[in-house]
């Protein structure tokens, strides 16, 4: 038994130090985008309902820029990637893709955030609001976002390493430190022009964010290179079906916003606990995704050793990175004067909650994987998004479910 545990983390050691490395920078990152959050109650509470939204714009970012992630490092893997931005290079067609989706994606989540939050009768802004700072504050995002991926994938490519262990990590930290910030941004617009700014600003950006939309969709359609083609329309459909999962984990937070003020540090837990899941699944996916492309994992009914051997590198980094983001959230909260139910509750929480989504991740991401690939989809379009989304929506619900059991909400 010593000798099956020795050789399996002698096996994975490239893959534990890489992989930790880049979970640490991403929880490091996640740490500001939670403070963030913690300091936007004020936000939250004079724009109901944005709540619902904030999820939904975080997990998209993720989405789109985690999938581009995962396809450039597949290319890497079987050799078609190339370090160029020439017409109909795999680079410059994944990039135009990721650029179209994330108007699209961006203006479709302002649209149902609303029409979601109308139907089940909760306070809300106007629409045109939540698509201004859905659109504004995601594409701004999505811009800073993809200069991280080009890196990533340049150093990447350059120094021979497998950006399946660092991509969605590294990609969910920036996503969350730079969406945060873009959507408080946008929404301080909105509450700053009130009484300065006519309600016609927002119809005629909402009419212009619209002609914007329906022109990337004819030219991704039209005119745009096959392999872009072939990714908006693959991925469309399941984005779309992720961005409910997400509005549904933001409907979850935000009906329990107002019982979690008492304690920020709770708050700012949430895009730390949620984005590092996230990251599990990234690498977890990604890595399926690799494996499955190049034949070294052959689909099955139920995951075979090679499943099993990458679900436990993901408790492994699971129980490190939930007890460190627990732990990380009690002092800085501390040291900024925000309140805390305690060390103990906060590792509590964070380790049960975080084990109990992990579980499902595991198990998710191997039948969503073998599922896309043996309906001849590509696993890179398919598995991180759903995965990701689907993961948001266990992941809150786990989350305020420990929160309510343990009695930290008041």
Request: aromatic letters at 8%; a negative charge.
């Amino acid at each position: 038994m010593d000798g099956a545990v020795k050789a399996f983390f002698s096996n994975n050691r490239t893959v534990f130090t890489m992989g930790f490395t880049a979970l640490l920078i991403s929880s490091l990152g996640d740490i500001l985008a939670g403070i963030t959050l913690g300091f936007m109650t004020d936000t939250l509470e004079m724009l109901p309902g944005l709540m619902v939204l904030i999820p939904a714009a975080i997990g998209m970012r993720g989405n789109i820029f985690g999938a581009l992630g995962s396809r450039l490092g597949t290319a890497m893997h079987v050799g078609t990637f190339e370090l160029s931005l020439r017409k109909g290079s795999i680079l410059r067609q994944n990039i135009e893709a990721s650029l179209i989706m994330t108007m699209v994606v961006s203006f479709l989540m302002g649209f149902l955030a609303k029409v979601i939050s109308t139907a089940i009768g909760m306070e809300s802004i106007s629409m045109q609001q939540f698509i201004f700072i859905s659109v504004l504050g995601g594409v701004l995002a999505g811009l800073v976002l993809l200069v991280v991926n080009v890196i990533v994938a340049t150093l990447g490519f350059r120094r021979n390493w497998d950006i399946d262990n660092i991509s969605a990590p590294l990609l969910t930290a920036a996503g969350d430190i730079v969406t945060l910030p873009m959507l408080f941004l946008a929404g301080l617009i909105v509450i700053k022009g009130e009484g300065v700014i006519d309600a016609a600003f927002y119809d005629v950006m909402t009419l212009l964010f619209l002609a914007i939309t329906i022109f990337l969709i004819y030219e991704a359609m039209c005119k745009r290179d096959e392999e872009t083609k072939r990714i908006f329309v693959q991925s469309s459909p399941v984005l779309v079906i992720c961005i409910l999962l997400d509005l549904g984990a933001g409907l979850t937070i935000e009906d329990q916003l107002s019982k979690l003020v008492a304690y920020p540090a709770l708050l700012v837990l949430i895009p730390l606990f949620l984005q590092n899941c996230n990251a599990l699944g990234g690498i977890l996916t990604s890595r399926l995704s690799s494996l499955l492309h190049m034949g070294i994992m052959l689909p099955g009914k139920t995951p075979g050793k090679g499943s099993y051997e990458n679900f436990a590198i993901i408790y492994i980094f699971a129980l490190w990175v939930f007890a460190f983001v627990s732990m990380a959230t009690h002092f800085v909260c501390l040291a900024l004067g925000l309140a805390s139910p305690g060390l103990l509750a906060m590792v509590t929480l964070g380790l049960v909650a975080g084990l109990i989504t992990i579980t499902v991740l595991n198990f998710l991401a191997y039948y969503v994987a073998v599922t896309t690939f043996m309906l001849s989809l590509d696993p890179d379009d398919h598995s991180i998004p759903v995965t990701s989304s689907a993961i948001d929506f266990i992941g809150s619900m786990a989350l305020m479910a420990i929160i309510v059991a343990m009695g930290l909400s008041v």
